[in-house]
């Protein structure tokens, strides 16, 4: 089947502008993740989703970072006032629930601040 | 502390020789310890994991070896490949924890 999808796959955008991030999770996973790769650096946690709930933001480095889901199915990560430290691969993640440890990435989208 | 480290950052492996990347963890609750291969441009994929009941998975030419008294994990490569060469991440779960905590991850070289 189809596994996770995440668009655009690069997104170059000038300092100050808002972007929208998309991931389409694996059909009937409940569970989606996002998390951010930078350069050289691992994968780090940004929100949980639920279904359409978050009970975990804990990762999201400001309040210019927000992300939500409907329907179950799509979310979307919004970064507001892009800076150049927002520059990295965004990845999104599904899981069959949260009882499911098992994770699967999609292929990330690279944002690019200029 | 959610830490996981990993070393080494980067490894060279001849063609045949067995490739070991290894991870360390502080967080006892921790009872979920996947590891992910990455290749460029592509998200990372889930390769093998193991839970802290067996004190060795094996996949294949990839072994995991876990240590909970030592709260350290490691993957074994058998016969290592030219097309093992990629970024493999170490990463730790804990029960009723939604996120997965990822070590910086071992950049994987197989020399031909």
């Known amino acids: 089947g189809a596994g996770v999808s995440q668009s655009p796959s690069n997104k170059v955008t000038e300092k100050g502008k808002d972007v929208e991030l998309r991931c389409d999770p694996i059909?009937?996973?409940?569970?989606l993740y996002w998390y951010r790769q930078s350069l050289g650096q691992g994968l780090e946690f940004l929100i949980y989703?639920?279904?359409?709930?978050?009970?975990?933001k804990s990762g999201l480095p400001s309040d210019r970072f927000s992300a939500e889901r409907t329907g179950g199915s799509v979310s979307t990560l919004t970064i507001q006032r892009t800076q150049q430290e927002d520059s990295a691969v965004y990845l999104c993640a599904s899981s069959a629930s949260p009882g499911r440890y098992e994770q699967y990435f999609g292929p990330g989208t690279r944002l690019t601040v200029t | 502390q959610q830490q996981v480290k990993q070393s080494p950052q980067s490894l060279i492996v001849q063609k045949g020789g067995i490739s070991i990347i290894n991870c360390a963890y502080e967080n006892t609750a921790f009872d979920y310890f996947p590891w992910y291969q990455q290749f460029p441009g592509k998200g990372p994929a889930l390769l093998i994991a193991i839970r802290p009941d067996v004190s060795e998975k094996k996949e294949g030419r990839f072994t995991i070896s876990f240590n909970k008294s030592a709260k350290q994990f490691s993957l074994h490569i058998m016969d290592s490949q030219p097309g093992d060469s990629a970024t493999y991440f170490c990463?730790?779960?804990?029960?009723?924890?939604?996120?997965?905590?990822f070590g910086k991850g071992t950049m994987l070289l197989v020399s031909p």
């Open positions: 989703f639920q279904g359409n709930s978050a009970p975990d």
């Open positions: 990463a730790a779960s804990a029960s009723g924890y939604s996120t997965l905590t």
């Open positions: 059909s009937g996973h409940t569970a």
